[in-house]
């Protein structure tokens, strides 16, 4: 069973082997994302809606309260990426013990009112030089931490800051409009295939300036593995979205510019496009 779930101004559309439904006014994406079986739950809704039009309005993020964490260092790429920006510092060695760990690295990223929309800019901080998009499959995870659904997540990063010292992985990484979600989430009472491909490009001035593509096989942590580490001793009474990490990261040489337009596509779920700020 498979649904695809957007939000808009007219109220949350849910879509079903493109039928596509208004959901009642009284239900949110809390609900969903409270329900001990959200699949069974959205299949309930999903039979009380009312057949509708595609919406013509702007798609919004697909977040009600839910936080928005992330887990680092679950890709060779990445690790590789972390170990060159901080060796400098001499952190480098941090990067690799992790991706080596029992343990991974989880770390908080955003609350509902700091994520980006799709359409909407996503920022680059004033006191960083050189800031990179990560492209993301993000889990979407119940009251309970199981793994519902999946979105599309940009993990705005600032590598010259997280670089300097590890420690300051939070400035790195948090901050207004550093995170985008959607453009709808994905519900499926399977898992996707380890085929599922991810894959960015950045345009400047309509010409591609950067691009690549890796594939969910590629990352080292299982799903369940990180989001059981996330629910340890945490409560998310409304559930919670979980970025998984990148295996995409540009060279060394690049940064982002405002005006920028970054493209995340992962199919089934869509393309994730944000202009940068």
Known sequence: ????????????????????????TDWSLDRLFAADDPVAHLADVFGRSRDTARPTSLTLAPVGQQEIWAA??????????????????????FYDKVYHAPRPELFFKA?????????TPVRIRGDSRWNVPEPELTLALNHRGAIFGYTIGNDMSSRDIEGENPLYLPQAKVYDR????????????????????????????????FSGH?????????????????????????????????????????????GDEIRITIEPI??????VG
Do not use: W
């Open 1 to 24: 069973m498979e649904f695809f779930v957007s939000k808009h101004a007219e109220g949350i559309l849910i879509d079903q082997r493109g039928l596509t439904r208004l959901a009642p």
């Open 214 to 258: 890796t594939a969910m096989s590629q990352i080292k942590r299982r799903f369940d593995e990180l989001a059981e580490y996330l629910f340890r001793d945490n409560v998310f009474p409304n559930g919670c979205y979980l970025m998984t990490g990148t295996g995409i990261v540009p060279p060394d040489a690049f940064t982002l510019q405002s």
């Open 111 to 119: 609350t509902p009112p700091r994520v980006a929309a799709p359409g």
């Open 270 to 275: 869509g393309t994730l496009i944000n202009p």
């Open 178 to 209: 550093s995170a985008a979600l959607g453009p709808r989430l994905l519900v499926r009472d399977t898992p996707l295939p380890t085929t599922t491909e991810i894959a960015i490009e950045i345009r400047r001035g309509g010409a591609t300036v």
């Open 72 to 93: 680092g260092v679950t890709y060779l790429r990445s690790r590789t990426a972390r170990m060159e920006e901080s060796k400098d510092a001499g952190g480098g060695s």
